[in-house]
């Protein structure tokens, strides 16, 4: 099973790729876990991925271009998305599309 991590700091990830259970899977070929960093898919002199904020809230707010592009980059362009990219993210016994939603 191949994983994509899409992160701002990918020098905190290999101490938990490297530990438990997560380090055996990986160590057996089970999962492949590749981090990438979204600010190598910025044009700008610094790297900027901070968006100006809006909503008068706290909080910053990133660009979606570098996000857009590190994750098309990765996946490529033609690739069509489908639930196995969002399985991960919902809880289990749910569905990721209700059926309502699909036609």
């Known amino acids: 099973m ?3 991590v899409f992160t701002l700091l990918p020098e905190v990830f290999p101490s938990y790729l490297d530990t438990s259970i997560i380090k055996r899977a990986r160590e057996r070929g089970l999962i492949h876990v590749r981090v990438h960093n979204i600010r ?3 044009h700008d002199k610094h790297h900027m991925t901070d968006d100006t904020p809006y909503g008068g ?3 910053m707010v990133m660009k979606p271009d570098p996000v857009f592009e590190a994750v098309e980059t990765v996946i ?3 690739t069509p998305f489908n639930n196995s990219l969002e399985e991960p993210l919902i809880p289990f016994g749910t ?3 209700p059926d309502s939603a699909e036609s």
């Open 2 to 4: 191949q994983f994509e």
């Open 40 to 42: 190598d898919y910025t």
């Open 57 to 59: 809230g706290g909080g």
């Open 76 to 78: 490529g362009l033609n």
């Open 95 to 97: 569905e990721a599309i």
